[in-house]
């Protein structure tokens, strides 16, 4: 039998993955349900898109670069239009079945602290076992994101190809800690702004990319206060007051700190 559409994707597993826990039967929980299963699906296809530019910033790849954080930066700004649909659930309907999700929270997905890590922001203050479960695919995958080299670490590599001095102890640092801003490599970024303009172009879509992730965390805590208001999260956390914290988190700091010279 040749090959069909339900074969390809899947869609038999795929469409029984959706299991609301509430009886009887609250309307909100699938789009609950269905909403973060898709963040997640957007959530792999990121990784797999920052890997790709990982490698292109090895190579020197500047149009393989350019293309996929277009293409990252466009899924970005479909997760933070997406909110806009769980925002049509209210507090009173989230009330009805929030005690099913007993201490499930998303503060557990592993594949968005993979995204943070893979992008050089290392929360590794964390308890990674306790929060994903030692043991599991999510806490593996976590751990191993924690000691690969991220993006920046990469784009490091990219700016020494197109001229930068990179500082050695940039090169060598502890892949664990988080990337840091740095002015050496502000000013390097500097110049090939004024030098470079298709390297600007790539530097202009990486800020895109930032930005959309910093909507994504602010859009996120209003869903948050709008819909639980100063209740704990179910993660255990004290809810908007801990999201806050990350609120205007950049990840590629030595972009934004240098717009005021550009
Ligand atoms: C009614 C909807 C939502 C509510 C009330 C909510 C609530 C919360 C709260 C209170 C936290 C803090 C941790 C905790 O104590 O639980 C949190 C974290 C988080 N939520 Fe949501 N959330 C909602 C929707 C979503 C959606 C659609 C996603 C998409 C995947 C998401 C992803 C996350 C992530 C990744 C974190 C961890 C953020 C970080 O560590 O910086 N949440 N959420």
Do not use: C
Request: hydrophobic letters at 40%; a negative charge.
């Amino acid at each position: 039998m040749s090959l069909t559409y339900t074969r390809y994707l899947e869609l038999e597993k795929l469409l029984t993955l959706q299991q609301p826990r509430s009886s009887p039967p609250e309307h909100d929980e699938m789009l609950f349900i269905v909403v973060h299963q898709v963040y997640e699906l957007w959530f792999k296809q990121l990784l797999h898109e920052l890997d790709k530019i990982k490698r292109d910033f090895s190579a020197n790849d500047l149009y393989g670069a350019i293309h996929t954080f277009k293409r990252a930066r466009t899924v970005m700004k479909t997760l933070v239009g997406q909110l806009d649909i769980l925002e049509t659930m209210t507090p009173m309907s989230f009330n009805s079945f929030r005690d099913r999700l007993e201490t499930a929270s998303g503060f557990q997905s592993a594949q968005f602290r993979e995204l943070e890590f893979a992008l050089g922001y290392k929360r590794s203050d964390m308890d990674f076992a306790a929060l994903y479960g030692k043991d599991t695919a999510g806490h593996a995958a976590v751990v191993r994101r924690l000691g690969e080299r991220s993006v920046i670490d990469h784009f490091y590599e990219f700016l020494e190809q197109r001229g930068a001095a990179i500082p050695e102890e940039l090169k060598s640092r502890d892949v664990t800690a988080s990337n840091a801003p740095d002015e050496r490599v502000q000013a390097a970024l500097l110049d090939l702004y004024q030098r470079a303009k298709d390297v600007a172009i790539l530097f202009e879509l990486m800020t895109d990319f930032d930005e959309g992730l910093q909507e994504w965390r602010y859009r996120h805590v209003k869903l948050v206060e709008r819909t639980i208001g100063n209740k704990k999260g179910t993660g255990g956390s004290l809810g908007v007051e801990f999201l806050k914290r990350s609120l205007f988190q950049p990840m590629f700091h030595d972009l934004w700190a240098i717009r005021h010279q550009l």
